[in-house]
């Protein structure tokens, strides 16, 4: 019988289901599963089901020589060495689509969380700071309007999709940008930094690769409007976290709603935790029950299929196939 590791406790039944066809151990926790478990765990195993903290790199995956499958948890794969993988001829699933429209709603709650200088609010009010000689008046608590505004979005698959259809409800102008131009209806296509320079907001929509790695460096984020206001819920090395703390710092940026850093968790050092006007998440743009539980589902179904000899349903490296 296949020996099937799954690195963390997964919701749904589907997982359950796929116990039954195969003999399949699961990391009990608490927290993650630490670097060496894993290694441990794949030097055995003829298939991995992993999130996105597991680091499966070609090291790794040159101690796991019975492994022919791995399922991670997530529609991003730059925590997995593809060529890597492929090369030895293991399928990697993953799991997009279920996550677009959770994904979609935390950009747009950043966005306007960073406009309206909603958690600097919440942090006045629970201070003790919201008094009498310090209250409502014409210029207290000033934020910016979302109708009218530009939003541009870096990089235009379904998640930017799905964010466009938000702001176009706001009454946002939308612009974007995506590296093989796609006809989107109601985003007006332009070059990357045409985007950065029209935009009051800019939201992040790219994978992370070596061609999107830095692809907001400091060069690009000074091409931003003076003010605008910057969102990034896809991955955190896409964006110079140092350049961007400089540019919040010095005004030159007027806001940011980050859900993802170059490392995670954010260390307590980042710069980020001292920028002004910076809402900072934990990496929840897919956080909701509903969606875990779907990503789960279709994580045992990429799982099943190999485990059956079939192509999973949705495979990043479908060339293993041959
Ligand atoms: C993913 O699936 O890649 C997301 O980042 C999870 O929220």
New binding site residues.
Partial sequence: MSHVYVTHRLPGERIAELGQHCDMACWPGPGLLPADALRAAVSEADGLVCL?TDRIDAGLLASAPRLRFISSL???LDHVDLAAATARGIAVGH?PGV?VDA?ADTAFALLLAAARRIAEADAFVRAGDWRPENAWSPDFFLGRDLAGATLGLVGLGAIARAVARRAAAFGMRVVGWNRSPRDVPGVEQLPLDDVLAESDFVSVHVALAPETRGLLDGERLARLRRGAVLINTARGGIVDEVALAEALASGRLGAAGLD?YEREPLAAGSPLLSAPNTVLTP?I???TALTRRR?ADLAAANALAALRGERMPHCANPEVYG
């Fill in positions: 996105l997530s529609v991003g799991t996550l994904t993802v990496h743009g897919s956080a990503m």
